[in-house]
């Protein structure tokens, strides 16, 4: 499973990657982009992402609160 991670600032969204790193399966692939990052803004755009923080599994926009309630 591949799960991406689109957030503004590393330093201000880190309790959401430690929720989905906490939530992720031991074989989950796990990506983090932000604003700075090289594919930040074509990701953004291959996904249709229009707010952040976002967490897209399996090329499918989720809505993480929703995926760390259900662990």
Wanted: proline share 3%; with cysteine; hydrophobic share 35%.
């Amino acid at each position: 499973m591949k799960i991406e991670v689109f957030i503004q600032n590393p330093n201000s969204d880190h309790r959401l990657i430690e929720d989905v790193k906490e939530t992720a399966c031991s074989e989950c692939e796990i990506m983090v982009y932000h604003e700075e990052h090289k594919d930040f803004s074509k990701k953004v755009e291959l996904y249709s992402i229009h707010l952040l923080p976002c967490v897209v599994i399996n090329g499918k926009i989720v809505d993480h609160d929703k995926l760390i309630k259900a662990n």
